[in-house]
């Protein structure tokens, strides 16, 4: 099976702040990697999918980068709407895994 | 629009199983796999299975190899997924998620997900 390791698992900013996840994967999944945010109560939002496409409605203010088994979502200025919970994804195989999670905080 | 629509919280106890459903619309549902992912309270993803609407093929996580099923009613574009053998440990919301099975660019990720059905497993 192919882990996950997602970090860091929290993380406390400030509006403003430029903010960086990393997600490093066991083995390589070339380009099948996608980010969600996640609110309480709510289901995953898509954010960006295939390392850094823009999924449709999403500020530019996120952005991912990465290849072969190290991946990073950043937000260049955190707004009040992002504090909230980030999961990064592959789907390289024919089953899904999950980080375990990064809680973004109001420092 | 698309919408994946599940069906209302349920209580079981243990032993007993749970049926969730997940009705797609605004799509034509057998190009779609359906995925089901759960949430334990306070805990992160996990990916049970999916299924293919239009052959009825499943793939299943192999922790719930032997205790999920997946099924599908494409006269009302529809998804169950029963979980067997309940434990407390399986106290989570359940998501559904769609993905393309033919894909190309966003179709290949879960774009559009359920709203959640939590399933409390409590004596």
């Known amino acids: 099976d192919i882990q996950m390791t997602q970090s860091p698992s929290t993380l406390s900013a400030s509006v403003g702040d430029r903010v960086t996840i990393t997600c490093r994967v066991s083995?390589?999944?070339?380009?099948?990697l996608a980010w969600y945010q996640q609110k309480p109560g709510k289901a995953p939002k898509l954010l960006i999918y295939?390392?850094?496409i823009l999924q449709s409605g999403v500020p530019s203010r996120f952005s991912g980068s990465g290849s072969g088994t190290e991946f990073t979502l950043t937000i260049s200025s955190l707004q009040p709407d992002d504090f909230a919970t980030y999961y990064c994804?592959?789907?390289?195989?024919?089953?899904?895994?999950f980080g375990q999670g990064t809680k973004v905080e109001i420092k | 629009q698309v919408q994946l629509v599940q069906s209302g919280a349920e209580v079981q106890k243990p032993g007993a199983s749970v049926k969730v459903s997940c009705k797609a619309s605004g799509y034509t549902f057998t190009a779609y796999y359906i995925h089901w992912v759960r949430q334990a309270p306070g805990q992160g993803l996990e990916w049970m299975g999916r299924?293919?609407?239009?052959?009825?093929?499943?793939d299943f996580a192999q922790k719930f190899q032997g205790r999920v099923t997946m099924a599908r009613d494409t006269s009302v574009s529809a998804v169950n997924m029963e979980l067997s053998r309940l434990r407390s440990d399986d106290t989570a919301v359940y998501y559904c998620?769609?993905?393309?099975?033919?894909?190309?660019?966003?179709?290949?990720?879960?774009?559009?997900w359920g709203q959640g059905t939590l399933v409390t497993v409590s004596s």
């Open positions: 295939k390392v850094s």
């Open positions: 299924i293919n609407p239009n052959t009825g093929g499943t």
């Open positions: 083995q390589s999944i070339s380009s099948w």
């Open positions: 994804q592959q789907l390289n195989s024919d089953s899904w895994t």
């Open positions: 998620a769609r993905q393309g099975v033919d894909c190309s660019g966003v179709t290949c990720y879960p774009d559009y």
